[in-house]
């Protein structure tokens, strides 16, 4: 796990904790919207777009080099799209963290999924690395409707910000905290297909990489699933992967969509870590 990001858990926490006391629906997502902006801009992110997507957040962190080899210089750098879900589920939440909806809970886990991408652009913002790469952020609305990665797609960013490949996380309580995995495409999916699934190269490269670089982190190979949300619709437009974490504890037994589900916030340096290692 990096560092930056244990030092951070306790900000990324409140943030967390938040979003989960402010649920909003649909593209209703105003307040989300609002401080997922404000945040950026405290982490130092400028390029931000709240008029694209209704409800929803565009974020741009370019790294460019001062200096490059010449050989370099005509190559394009890399765009990466990372997606997280900002909108509640119509539910009545009966956990122990306080809502402030009665109509409306983050039984998904998406208001970690929204800690989790603030922590990356974070920092990727105040990255010192060398690297010459373009990060695009998509808080992504209404996907609990199934028609927020439309929203997003017929927006253009794709085509305005020539992104290459996009990556998505998802909370999954039936694995273990500190185990992830990579859900397969279904049997004769062909990648890149709206079915196509998590594309077999990248998914090849992310788990090398994340096997090199935290040892100690526990790969489940797991079987051909329905699609979780709306993710297979940026995958049939550009190759991407969907990770899924673990993040069963002892006190976080319950599945996705149960009104007791509530978000374990001791995964969130792990899931930083695993998705800031790829980008």
């Known amino acids: 796990v990096f ?7 306790s900000q990324l926490l409140r943030i967390r904790r938040d979003f989960h006391e402010h649920p909003e629906l649909g593209f209703q997502t105003h307040r989300t919207a609002k401080r997922i902006a404000d945040i950026l801009l405290r982490f130092g992110v400028r390029h931000i777009d709240l008029k694209s997507v209704p409800g929803g957040v565009i974020a741009v ?5 001062r200096w490059r080899f010449p050989d370099e210089r005509d190559n394009n750098p890399p765009v990466i799209a990372l997606r997280a879900r900002i909108d509640a589920s119509p ?3 009966r956990s122990d963290i306080f809502c402030r909806n009665p109509r409306a809970a983050h039984t998904q886990g998406h208001d970690g999924e929204i800690a989790w991408l603030l922590g990356v652009a974070r920092d990727f913002a105040h990255d ?4 010459n790469s373009t990060l695009v952020l998509i808080f992504e609305p209404g996907s609990e409707t199934g028609r927020g990665a439309d929203a997003v797609i017929h927006s253009g960013i794709f085509e305005k910000y020539g992104i290459e490949t996009i990556f998505g996380v998802c909370a999954d309580p039936t694995l273990p905290m500190g185990t992830y995995g990579f ?3 279904e049997p004769g999916a062909t990648p890149g297909s709206a079915s196509g699934g998590n594309d077999p190269e990248r998914v090849g490269y992310a788990r090398d990489l994340i096997n090199d670089l935290f040892t100690d982190a526990a790969r489940t190979d797991l ?7 709306d993710f297979s619709r940026y995958q049939s437009i550009v190759p991407g992967i969907m990770l899924r974490f673990g993040v069963r504890g002892p ?3 319950t599945s996705l969509g149960s009104p007791e589900f509530d978000f374990n916030d001791s995964t969130l340096p792990i899931v930083c870590s695993l998705t800031g290692g790829y980008v």
């Open 3 to 9: 560092q930056q990001f244990v030092l951070w858990q």
């Open 61 to 65: 962190i370019r790294r460019h080099l």
């Open 91 to 93: 539910v009545t939440e």
């Open 128 to 131: 010192t690395k060398m690297g």
């Open 183 to 185: 859900t397969a495409p």
């Open 223 to 229: 079987p051909p699933l329905p699609a979780p949300d």
């Open 251 to 253: 006190k976080h037994q």
